[in-house]
């Protein structure tokens, strides 16, 4: 099993900054990919950006250029550094965590933490 823990979120004005780092735990084995997803109240969970293991980026059109997503593989940690942060980047953020094991891949989720921008 695998254990993922977010932290970081919080209440922000608009125009803030926050960081989200979340870690992984457990029979990590090899871990392809890391990211973050968010789910706003009333709204489909949508991807904000994703790291594979060698650095590879990706990131939803609605945050290039504000937020950046960054990795630790020795720490099995990835963290979300959002800037410039705007009222629909209010949700509760959630980390993925992507596993290959014997059987297959397999993804793991964390609780989440919210978000909130707010004036």
């Known amino acids: 099993q695998v254990q993922v823990v977010e932290s970081g979120g919080g209440l922000v004005q608009p125009g803030g900054s926050l960081r989200l780092s979340c870690a992984a735990s457990?029979?990590?084995?090899?871990?392809?990919?890391m990211g973050w997803y968010r789910q706003a109240s009333g709204k489909q969970r949508e991807l904000v950006g994703a790291?594979?293991?060698?650095?590879?980026?990706n990131y939803a059109d609605s945050v290039k250029g504000r937020f950046t997503i960054s990795r630790d593989n020795a720490k099995n940690t990835v963290y979300l550094q959002m800037n410039s942060l705007k009222l629909e980047d209010t949700a509760v953020y959630l980390c993925n965590v992507r596993r290959l094991g014997a059987a297959g891949t397999r993804d793991y989720w964390g609780q989440g933490t919210q978000v909130t921008v707010s004036s």
């Open positions: 790291i594979s293991f060698g650095g590879s980026t």
């Open positions: 457990g029979s990590i084995g090899i871990i392809t990919a």
